[in-house]
């Protein structure tokens, strides 16, 4: 049947591929189609690691299109200086909250990662803002990103410059990260039910929270423990 490739033919699999390669560009520069952009960046990392010319066709696609998984991956490009771009953690930190504010494939991953760069502060010229990483982690938390419940949790713990420190609300972003597989998040819940902190005492729940944290911490063992046994 026309269309089918033998994918032990080597000869086939590199016809296929340079095929794909020739679509994928024609829907980017011919066709104008962000997805199709997208997919010619995805087939320049991943298949040609071309990554010059994979940060060229994300640099268009986030900054004319908009595209929200492009300036994803864009904003991680400029963090490590990827692809010939130069390190530059204020371009990083547009891209992602462009990609944040896109509500798509990476919009979630993006929020925390403004978040986490708001916090910093290097972006601010080493001037935290710990308001604008609430809100980027309260965006990414509520997509059921772990880490930022976390860091929410404990921005509420501690208090900062904007954000005041609110036991109650630690408590409920601790218990979700908690419930999404966070062990100290569960650490943090069971001490805050044992000294009633945003809450009334509650010995039961200390220990359930205490359980909790020592069986995520078990498996997270064994799975390393499986993951040394598979090398």
């Known amino acids: 049947m026309a269309g089918l490739v033998n994918f032990l033919n080597e000869a086939e699999v590199g016809e296929f591929l340079d095929n794909l390669g020739i679509e994928y560009s024609y829907q980017c520069h011919k066709e104008k189609d962000p997805e199709g952009c997208q997919r010619l960046a995805d087939y320049l990392e991943g298949i040609k690691k071309n990554y010059e010319a994979a940060a060229q066709v994300l640099k268009h696609n986030?900054?004319?299109?908009?595209?929200?998984?492009?300036?994803?991956?864009?904003?991680?490009?400029?963090?490590?200086?990827?692809?010939?771009?130069?390190?530059?953690?204020?371009?990083?930190?547009?891209?992602?909250?462009?990609?944040?504010?896109?509500?798509?494939?990476?919009?979630?991953?993006?929020?925390?990662?403004?978040?986490?760069?708001?916090?910093?502060?290097?972006?601010?010229?080493?001037?935290?803002?710990?308001?604008?990483?609430?809100?980027?982690?309260?965006k990414a938390c509520d997509g059921?990103?772990?880490?930022?419940?976390?860091?929410?949790?404990?921005?509420?713990?501690?208090?900062?410059?904007?954000?005041?420190k609110d036991m109650a609300k630690a408590l409920k972003y601790s218990l979700k990260a908690c419930d999404l597989g966070h062990i100290w998040a569960c650490a943090n819940t069971s001490r805050m039910y044992k000294l009633?902190?945003?809450?009334?005492?509650?010995?039961?729940?200390?220990?359930?929270?205490?359980?909790?944290?020592?069986?995520?911490?078990?498996?997270?063992?064994?799975?390393?423990?499986?993951l040394k046994f598979g090398q």
């Open 144 to 164: 059921n990103f772990v880490a930022s419940c976390f860091n929410l949790s404990t921005l509420y713990i501690q208090g900062a410059p904007g954000v005041s």
């Open 62 to 138: 986030c900054e004319e299109n908009q595209h929200g998984e492009s300036c994803y991956k864009l904003g991680s490009y400029y963090m490590i200086g990827k692809g010939g771009l130069q390190p530059d953690l204020k371009l990083a930190y547009e891209c992602f909250v462009k990609s944040c504010g896109k509500d798509g494939k990476k919009s979630v991953d993006a929020c925390h990662n403004a978040g986490l760069l708001a916090h910093d502060g290097q972006v601010f010229d080493n001037k935290p803002d710990s308001v604008k990483a609430r809100d980027y982690y309260t």
């Open 196 to 226: 009633g902190e945003g809450t009334s005492k509650d010995n039961e729940k200390a220990e359930l929270f205490k359980n909790k944290a020592q069986v995520l911490h078990r498996e997270q063992n064994e799975f390393s423990q499986q």
